[in-house]
């Protein structure tokens, strides 16, 4: 799977509209409104190299009110949290 990190400018009085088309876009699987130097951040996960064009370019530059996008090409992931949750059964640890 091949996870890139899409850093989104858009319209300000249209963020929450543009967040919600972004997320119906095949391959992309989360978007954020944040804080910061970016209004939105779309996580999208496909099964080949080639795909990340077609969900960027073709799909989120061409949403209305998409004025600029960065994108960042995951390499790895490092995550403590996934690994607890795949191996939990379920028992929480006292505090």
Known sequence: MITAIVLIDCAADSI????????????VSEVYSVAGGVDLIAIVRVREFDQIADVIAGGISKVDGVINTDTHIAFRAYSHHDLEEAFAIGLRESD
């Open 16 to 27: 929450p509209e543009v967040a919600e088309k972004l997320a119906d876009l095949d391959g």
